[in-house]
């Protein structure tokens, strides 16, 4: 079955990028922009933005939104992001399960939440209020994390589950931050998968991380690497043809390896489906 061109393929828009993108049609199905970067009022970034809107679908994914914050929700943030929003037209608003500082302060980082039955009220009561502000339903990412508070009452997975259900929101799977957390924290990645709610997850993501002798760190500055492909491999049987995208911010490659991977990520999509269609339905 052919995948619609919004539906399939993509990367990360990346200003280094830029000349190749515009310089020829590339075999990008869709580009994922860093919200922030193009909540300005004109400038290059939205002159760029607007050509390479021109010829491919978009998606939005931001890191501010800080949605498990205690801090008001900040609705000149959320003005802009609905702004752009109906500048681009995107396929889909995205951002992180995370809070990123307190009392106005911006750590700039995406910091863990308390799995705790009263976060996720909080979380649930903060994302209604978001979603009915930008007229959509938006998706959250499950962050990597290196530590956790205790007292957790539920998995992450769970904690997701139960939003998504909640609060009628979607989520956007990062494969690669699975599999660091489960390195981190010990747990089984497969599991984690099955803990969640197969109508709801929109969008996956892929990317590089560090490895270090203890743990390993979300970088987006390596390949993806071959863990993380069988875990997709396994992620694609469980929950589908849902649009899929690497993701890559430091240490960049030449575009033509960025191509590969994606051409990567298209065969096991396709090997995964060639198996499906061989398998005998369950009696």
């Given at each position: 079955m052919l995948i619609d061109r919004a539906q399939g393929f993509g990367l990360g828009l990346r200003a280094v990028y830029y000349p190749e993108i515009l310089g020829a049609p590339q075999p990008v199905d869709w580009f994922e922009i860093l919200s922030e970067n193009y909540m300005v009022p004109g400038g290059r970034p939205l002159a760029m933005l607007d050509r390479i809107r021109?010829?491919?679908p978009l998606r939005m994914h931001g890191v501010s939104l800080s949605i498990a914050s205690t801090d008001p929700l900040d609705f000149d943030y959320l003005r802009a992001l609905k702004n752009l929003a109906a500048r681009v037209e995107p396929e889909l608003v995205?951002?992180?399960?995370?809070?990123?500082g307190v009392k106005g302060f911006n750590l700039h980082d995406l910091l863990p939440v308390p799995l705790t039955?009263?976060?996720?009220?909080?979380?649930?009561?903060?994302?209604a209020r978001v979603q009915e502000f930008l007229g959509r339903r938006i998706a959250l990412e499950n962050p990597s994390t290196?530590?956790?508070f205790a007292g957790a009452d539920?998995?992450?997975?769970?904690?997701?589950?139960?939003?998504?259900?909640?609060?009628d929101c979607l989520l956007l799977l990062d494969v690669n931050n699975v599999f660091v957390s489960s390195f981190n924290h010990g747990f089984d990645a497969e599991k984690y998968f099955g803990a969640l709610p197969k109508d709801r997850v929109a969008q996956i993501h892929l990317a590089g991380h560090t490895s270090l002798e203890t743990h390993k760190i979300d970088t987006h500055d390596q390949p993806v690497c071959d863990e993380v492909w069988s875990l997709f491999a396994h992620v694609r049987k469980k929950f589908g043809a849902i649009p899929a995208m690497i993701e890559r911010d430091d240490a960049f490659p030449p575009f033509a390896d960025l191509l590969?991977?994606?051409?990567?990520?298209?065969?096991?999509?396709?090997r995964v489906e060639r198996v499906e269609h061989l398998e005998p339905e369950p009696a």
């Open positions: 021109a010829d491919y995205s951002d992180h399960l995370a809070w990123t039955s009263e976060a996720l009220d909080h979380c649930v009561a903060r994302v290196y530590v956790a539920m998995s992450e997975a769970a904690f997701l589950a139960e939003l998504a259900a909640r609060a590969a991977e994606l051409d990567h990520m298209r065969d096991i999509a396709a």
